[in-house]
C-alpha cells in the first residue's frame, strides 16, 4: 500500500499539468480565433496603402512601398501550403507576359523564406517579382493572411479592390488583361484583324 500511494500521487499531478496544458492551449486557439475574426477581412477600398518596406528575392534590394507609386500594381499573396495557390500560379504563369505588356507593376508579397519562395516558385516567372516582408508587414496589408489573395493599386498608392483571386473583379481584370492583349498582340503575332484579313485571302485562293 505504501510503495503504491506516491505512484498514484505521481499520476494524478502527470494528469492535472496534462489538463493544464490543454486549458492553456484551447485558450490560445480561442484567442487566436476570436483576434481572427476582429481583423478586417481587407484593406478597404480608397484607403491608402500602408507604408511598408522589404527585399526583392532576385537580388536582395530593398524596396519601400513609394515604389508603387507612378504605376498601377497588384499584390499577389501566394502560399506554398495553399493548394489553391498552386492552381493560380500555373494561372499567373499563363497571363504574366499580358500583364506585363499592360504596364501594370506585379509582385508576390511574402512572408515566407527565401529558400520556401524559391522552391515553390522556382519554375515560375513570378519568381522574379516576389518581394519578401516582415510579418507584421504581411499582416498590415492582409490581415487575416488569406491565399490567393490580391490587392490591385491605382498609381498613387490608393486600394482599388482586394480579395481572393477568382472573385468578379479579378475575372474582369483578367479579361481586361486578355481582350488588351487580343487587341494589341505581341511584336511579330498577328492580332484580330490582320488573322481575318488572312482568312479571306485563303478563301479567294
Not at 87 to 113: D, K, M, P
Not at 183 to 203: F, H, I, S, V, W
Request: charged share 20%; net charge negative.
Amino acid at each position: 500500500m505504501d510503495g503504491t500511494l506516491p505512484g498514484l500521487i505521481v499520476a494524478l499531478l502527470t494528469l492535472v499539468v496534462a489538463f493544464t496544458l490543454f486549458l492553456v492551449l484551447r485558450l490560445a486557439a480561442v484567442v487566436s480565433a476570436q483576434d481572427y475574426l476582429r481583423s478586417p477581412a481587407a484593406l478597404p477600398v480608397g484607403s491608402w496603402l500602408p507604408d511598408f518596406s522589404g527585399y526583392r528575392l532576385s537580388d536582395g534590394e530593398r524596396l519601400s512601398g513609394e515604389f508603387l507609386q507612378g504605376q498601377a500594381s497588384v499584390l499577389l499573396f501566394l502560399s506554398p501550403e495553399c493548394g489553391d495557390c498552386r492552381l493560380r500560379v500555373a494561372e499567373l504563369a499563363q497571363l504574366y507576359e499580358a500583364i506585363v505588356r499592360s504596364g501594370v507593376r506585379l509582385w508576390v508579397v511574402s512572408a515566407r523564406s527565401r529558400k520556401r519562395m524559391t522552391a515553390f516558385l522556382h519554375d515560375s516567372p513570378l519568381l522574379a517579382h516576389v518581394l519578401l516582408v516582415k510579418a507584421s508587414v504581411r499582416h498590415a496589408l492582409n490581415p487575416r493572411n488569406a491565399a490567393p489573395f490580391y490587392i490591385f493599386v491605382d498609381d498613387e498608392g490608393r486600394v482599388l479592390a482586394s480579395n481572393f483571386i477568382g472573385d468578379e473583379d479579378w475575372l474582369s481584370f483578367v479579361a481586361q488583361i486578355r481582350e488588351s492583349e487580343a487587341l494589341d498582340p505581341p511584336e511579330g503575332q498577328p492580332g484580330p484583324a490582320e488573322e481575318a484579313t488572312a482568312e479571306k485571302r485563303q478563301g479567294r485562293l
